[in-house]
């Protein structure tokens, strides 16, 4: 069984401040981790993954997250915060195969970003 | 443009009725999974598809139904075995073999019981 936590349902920053969302998983087997955002009343955008390869993982709008295995973490960081960063984002993991799109997601974390 | 598309995105409903909402993707994509989203619960996955015709429960299927008819369709039905429908309804798909590991979603549904 795989599960996800995200440690801070709320999260507050200031504009230009470093942004880290914390994410902790479980997995039977080596996974694909997943960090979403989404904006109200929308979908959710993949904002990057960690499949196999390098632990450090680049994504869209100058977010990053590293694969840590003995820690278990998949850590989203941003060196500045922007206020079009404020949206809610979430955690994911999935087995990988044909199990892939079958992700278990955190309860998410809300980014609130100060001017 | 290749996309999601769920449709209606606010839905009304009176208490003891069915309702439905549709799922269509022109990504070609042969999986196909549905999701409900409570405030501060993330998203629990309701059923999914891996291929046309064939579809699995998820975590919280009971007073839900689907069909798989069509590759590019997922309609989930909301029916009125479900004691709490009122949330917002995530549809994704993604290839199922090989390809991109992570779910496409849609622009989501969200359903109101009145």
């Known amino acids: 069984a795989q599960s996800v936590t995200q440690l801070g349902s709320h999260v507050s920053v200031s504009e230009g401040a470093l942004v880290l969302l914390r994410c902790n998983y479980s997995s039977s087997v080596p996974p694909y981790l997943f960090w979403y955002v989404q904006y109200p009343n929308q979908g959710l955008q993949l904002l990057l993954k960690?499949?196999?390869?390098?632990?450090l993982v680049k994504g869209i709008n100058g977010f990053e997250a590293e694969f840590k295995k003995s820690e278990t973490s998949f850590h989203l960081t941003k060196p500045s915060a922007h206020m079009s960063d404020a949206a809610e984002y979430f955690c994911?993991?999935?087995?990988?195969?044909?199990?892939?799109?079958?992700?278990?997601f955190g309860d998410g974390t809300t980014l609130t970003v100060k001017p | 443009d290749g996309g999601i598309t769920q449709s209606p995105k606010y839905l009304f409903r009176k208490e003891g009725q069915n309702v439905t909402l549709s799922c269509e993707q022109n990504?070609?994509?042969?999986?196909m999974y549905w999701y409900r989203q409570d405030p501060g619960q993330g998203l629990r996955l309701i059923y999914y598809?891996?291929?046309?015709?064939?579809?699995q429960k998820g975590d919280i299927a009971e007073g839900y139904s689907v069909s798989r008819e069509k590759k590019e369709s997922f309609p989930l039905t909301v029916t009125s075995a479900q004691k709490n429908p009122t949330a917002f309804y995530l549809c994704?798909?993604?290839?199922?073999?090989?390809?991109?590991?992570?779910?496409?979603f849609g622009q989501g549904t969200r359903l109101t019981v009145v």
């Open positions: 994704a798909s993604r290839p199922s073999l090989g390809g991109v590991p992570e779910a496409f």
């Open positions: 960690y499949t196999t390869g390098a632990t």
């Open positions: 990504l070609n994509h042969d999986a």
């Open positions: 994911a993991v999935s087995e990988g195969g044909t199990n892939a799109g079958k992700s278990t």
């Open positions: 598809s891996q291929i046309v015709n064939d579809f």
